[in-house]
């Protein structure tokens, strides 16, 4: 998850440098991108046993999820890991 996240980075980092040249991303792209993740990564959580605390977290994020958050809901994942 950790090398995934970098090369989301990289790719955000990617995007900014092609908006100062005039080339747009498609945001569609990247909250599809983040979507995925997002929907992976819950699908993968709920097979494990949590703490409360835990608990708490992911239900956070599939909040964030259901709001179409979720780029936010990416980095609440990857802070909580």
């Known amino acids: ?3 995934l996240a970098q090369d989301i ?3 955000e980092d990617n995007k900014e440098q092609l908006k100062t040249l005039g080339v747009n991303i498609d945001e569609t ?3 599809n991108l983040y979507k995925m993740l997002v929907e992976q990564e819950i699908a993968s959580l709920e097979t494990l ?3 409360e605390e835990q608990q708490t977290q992911l239900t956070d994020i599939k ?3 259901d709001e179409g958050k ?3 809901a990416f ?3 990857l802070t909580n890991q």
């Open 29 to 31: 792209e990247m909250t």
């Open 63 to 65: 909040a964030l999820a």
């Open 70 to 72: 979720y780029a936010e």
């Open 49 to 51: 046993t949590l703490t």
């Open 75 to 77: 980095e609440k994942i």
């Open 9 to 11: 980075k990289k790719v």
């Open 1 to 3: 998850m950790k090398e």
